[in-house]
């Protein structure tokens, strides 16, 4: 899928041509993507995930899946599944290299057995708050546990017995015998094993002990023999742990190296920010087309191109910085440019009375499915007496620089004639416009004046009886701020919500080929966005999702950068 060299290089490219050179690790490419099924996939994911399956295909390498599964209550079988179904979407494979870091618990149990025969290992029956009290701080050394120096056959008997099952929640910990005066917290003798009476996703109640996250994860990426550790900047501080847990065992070691998170301006990337919304019923669940989750922006109608793309661009920094969310909507705006057909769909229909063209009668016209890609072909759209246009396209008092239709004003219908504005039909109570009479000249037709008479606008349209009812929902960014992370003091998340991040119109009208659109399906409505056919929607009650508006905020930023 991906050629080799096709991507401009970084400094994890950089690392990898280097050991290739030098032949270290065989010349051999193995990468991991490792979630934690304690959630759904985010845009964030997505950037680690075509690292490291890019990166694999790039250097005719391999991308293991691993589910970093050593946390028994957060994670969920639905959350296994999900993660699979995205990383397939996103459209990559890990063929049958499939694991779970739970496949290696007894493994793991046996590495730390022989830290204990080391001397390098500790049961520690300090509480988790004692524990931290003897930690210190940044800025003072911690002090020994006093555990720290218990003989290595009480220790093997005592971590047996945790694995027994003989202990309570808490009671006792295994810790790795490092220094308890580092520099680095993370090498203050660090707990690697507790205790946690719960019932595991794929283990059942076998264990009662679980490693912790930096143990398993070194270890895990041993056993599978990767050769690029690759991981967000926050195990910068966590890399020495994982080298000095290797290197004590003498096994297989492999690199991690960090690079920046992605961050997204007017939304969170952090699973435990969005199961936050999820629960609290802010959003409609994980697939909400506002959330940032994989699932979410499908459903929304981004493809997985745009969603590559995009993670091309950004590429990979040492440096955490915060990428505008208008360059994620630039990039499925470029991919369905492409690939989207045209249709004419009326948001918020406004009657139009042709007087002058006879009852009765249909035309079917010749519009253009995608003026991007002749390929495409063209269609017919039936064109009668009575039309809907969009509401806002009309003013009975137009200022300066509108061009659209007015009283007394010639405009054109796309893909059929010129109209006339001739009369206007108000609501005798409220005042409001509900009909427009308009006559027609027929010499238009296609869209031409043969005697060369300009019109500054073209609408879109669609003929009454042949509409389908539609319903639409409009999409905003999540957020009000540009930064939520960022709360302020005595705010929370939630008070940054946007209030107007969906917006839901019921009586929209579409043109009679939409019918029977299936879920998933992309369009151009015209002058309006791109959007995609949701799955609420069924046969006669269509229901579509605006992916992204046609108005480029991207081009105006980069322009304003300049
Ligand atoms: P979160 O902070 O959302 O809970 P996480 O790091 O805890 O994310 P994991 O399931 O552990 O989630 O992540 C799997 C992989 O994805 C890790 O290698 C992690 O570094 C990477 N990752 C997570 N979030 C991002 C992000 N925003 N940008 C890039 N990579 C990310
Ligand atoms: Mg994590």
């Given at each position: 899928?991906i050629?080799?060299?096709?991507k401009?290089?970084?400094?994890?490219?950089?690392?990898?041509?280097?050991?290739?050179?030098?032949?270290?690790?065989?010349?051999?490419?193995?990468?991991?993507?490792?979630?934690?099924?304690?959630?759904?996939?985010h845009?964030?994911?997505?950037?680690?995930i075509?690292?490291?399956?890019?990166?694999?295909?790039e250097?005719?390498?391999?991308?293991?899946?691993?589910?970093?599964d050593?946390?028994?209550?957060?994670?969920?079988?639905?959350?296994?599944?999900?993660?699979?179904?995205d990383v397939?979407?996103?459209?990559?494979?890990?063929?049958?290299?499939?694991?779970?870091?739970?496949?290696?618990?007894?493994?793991?149990?046996?590495?730390?057995?022989?830290?204990?025969?080391?001397?390098k290992?500790?049961?520690?029956?300090?509480?988790?708050?004692?524990?931290?009290?003897?930690?210190?701080t940044?800025?003072?050394?911690?002090?020994?546990?006093?555990?720290?120096?218990?003989?290595?056959?009480e220790?093997?008997?005592?971590f047996?017995?945790?694995?027994?099952?003989?202990?309570?929640?808490?009671?006792?910990?295994?810790?790795?015998?490092?220094?308890m005066?580092?520099?680095?917290?993370?090498?203050?003798?660090?707990?690697?094993?507790?205790?946690?009476?719960?019932?595991?996703?794929?283990?059942?109640?076998?264990?009662?002990?679980?490693?912790?996250?930096?143990?398993?994860?070194?270890?895990?990426?041993?056993?599978?023999?990767?050769?690029?550790?690759?991981c967000?900047?926050?195990?910068?501080?966590?890399?020495?742990l994982?080298?000095?847990?290797?290197n004590?065992?003498?096994?297989?070691?492999p690199?991690?190296?960090?690079?920046?998170r992605?961050?997204l301006?007017?939304?969170?990337?952090?699973?435990?920010k969005l199961?936050?919304?999820?629960?609290?019923?802010?959003?409609?669940?994980?697939?909400?087309?506002?959330?940032?989750?994989?699932?979410?922006?499908?459903?929304?109608?981004?493809?997985?191109?745009?969603?590559?793309?995009?993670?091309?661009?950004?590429?990979?920094?040492k440096?955490d910085?915060?990428?505008?969310?208008?360059?994620?909507?630039?990039?499925?705006?470029?991919?369905?440019?492409?690939?989207?057909?045209?249709v004419?769909?009326?948001?918020?229909?406004?009657?139009?009375?042709?007087?002058?063209?006879?009852?009765?009668?249909?035309?079917?016209?010749?519009?253009i499915?995608?003026?991007?890609?002749?390929?495409?072909?063209?269609?017919?759209?039936?064109?009668?007496?009575?039309?809907?246009?969009?509401?806002?396209?009309?003013?009975?008092?137009?200022?300066?620089?509108?061009?659209?239709?007015?009283?007394?004003?010639?405009?054109?219908l796309?893909?059929?004639?010129?109209?006339?504005?001739v009369?206007?039909?108000?609501?005798?109570?409220?005042?409001?416009?509900?009909?427009?009479?308009?006559?027609?000249d027929?010499?238009?037709?296609?869209?031409?004046?043969?005697?060369?008479?300009?019109?500054?606008?073209?609408?879109?349209?669609?003929?009454?009886?042949?509409?389908?009812?539609?319903?639409?929902?409009?999409?905003?960014?999540?957020?009000?701020?540009?930064?939520?992370?960022n709360?302020?003091?005595?705010?929370f998340?939630?008070?940054?919500?946007?209030p107007?991040?969906?917006?839901?119109?019921?009586?929209?009208?579409?043109?009679?080929?939409l019918?029977g659109a299936?879920?998933g399906?992309?369009?151009?409505?015209?002058?309006q966005?791109?959007?995609?056919?949701?799955?609420?929607?069924?046969?006669?009650?269509?229901?579509f999702?605006r992916?992204?508006?046609?108005?480029?905020?991207?081009?105006?930023?980069?322009?304003?950068?300049?």
């Amino acid at each position: 899928m991906i050629e080799a060299g096709s991507k401009p290089s970084d400094f994890i490219r950089e690392i990898i041509k280097e050991d290739l050179a030098n032949n270290k690790y065989g010349a051999r490419v193995h990468t991991r993507f490792p979630p934690e099924p304690n959630g759904y996939l985010h845009i964030g994911h997505a950037k680690s995930i075509c690292l490291n399956f890019g990166i694999a295909a790039e250097f005719g390498g391999l991308c293991n899946l691993r589910f970093d599964d050593t946390n028994p209550t957060r994670e969920e079988i639905e959350y296994v599944e999900s993660i699979k179904e995205d990383v397939r979407w996103l459209g990559f494979d890990w063929g049958d290299r499939l694991y779970y870091a739970s496949d290696y618990f007894e493994q793991l149990y046996q590495y730390a057995v022989q830290l204990i025969k080391k001397g390098k290992a500790y049961v520690c029956d300090l509480s988790p708050q004692e524990i931290r009290e003897y930690r210190g701080t940044l800025t003072e050394p911690g002090s020994d546990s006093p555990y720290r120096n218990r003989s290595v056959e009480e220790n093997l008997d005592l971590f047996e017995r945790m694995r027994a099952g003989e202990f309570e929640d808490g009671s006792r910990t295994l810790r790795a015998k490092i220094d308890m005066t580092s520099g680095n917290i993370n090498m203050r003798d660090p707990v690697i094993y507790r205790i946690l009476h719960a019932t595991h996703h794929r283990t059942g109640d076998k264990w009662c002990i679980y490693p912790m996250y930096d143990f398993a994860h070194c270890f895990s990426d041993s056993i599978e023999k990767i050769t690029h550790s690759i991981c967000t900047l926050e195990f910068e501080d966590h890399r020495p742990l994982y080298d000095w847990f290797l290197n004590e065992l003498g096994i297989y070691h492999p690199q991690q190296i960090e690079f920046a998170r992605l961050n997204l301006s007017h939304t969170v990337l952090s699973k435990r920010k969005l199961i936050e919304l999820v629960e609290a019923g802010y959003i409609n669940g994980w697939d909400d087309p506002r959330m940032p989750t994989i699932a979410g922006l499908r459903r929304r109608g981004y493809t997985p191109e745009s969603i590559r793309n995009f993670c091309d661009r950004i590429g990979v920094a040492k440096r955490d910085s915060i990428v505008d969310i208008a360059l994620l909507e630039y990039y499925i705006r470029e991919d369905l440019n492409k690939q989207a057909p045209r249709v004419m769909a009326v948001l918020r229909p406004l009657r139009v009375v042709i007087d002058n063209y006879p009852e009765g009668i249909v035309e079917d016209l010749e519009a253009i499915n995608n003026p991007e890609d002749p390929g495409m072909g063209t269609r017919k759209v039936p064109f009668s007496r009575v039309l809907y246009i969009e509401r806002e396209d009309f003013r009975e008092d137009p200022p300066k620089q509108f061009y659209r239709l007015a009283p007394g004003r010639e405009v054109r219908l796309r893909y059929a004639y010129f109209i006339k504005c001739v009369g206007v039909i108000k609501d005798a109570q409220t005042g409001e416009v509900v009909e427009l009479h308009c006559t027609y000249d027929p010499e238009t037709r296609g869209g031409d004046s043969p005697d060369g008479r300009k019109v500054k606008a073209t609408l879109h349209w669609v003929s009454a009886t042949h509409a389908l009812e539609a319903e639409v929902r409009l999409y905003d960014h999540l957020f009000i701020k540009s930064d939520p992370n960022n709360t302020e003091a005595g705010r929370f998340l939630k008070d940054y919500l946007n209030p107007n991040s969906l917006e839901i119109l019921k009586s929209c009208c579409v043109e009679p080929g939409l019918s029977g659109a299936t879920q998933g399906t992309r369009y151009q409505f015209e002058r309006q966005g791109y959007f995609c056919v949701d799955p609420d929607s069924s046969e006669g009650s269509l229901v579509f999702n605006r992916t992204v508006t046609l108005r480029d905020t991207w081009a105006k930023i980069e322009k304003a950068q300049k």
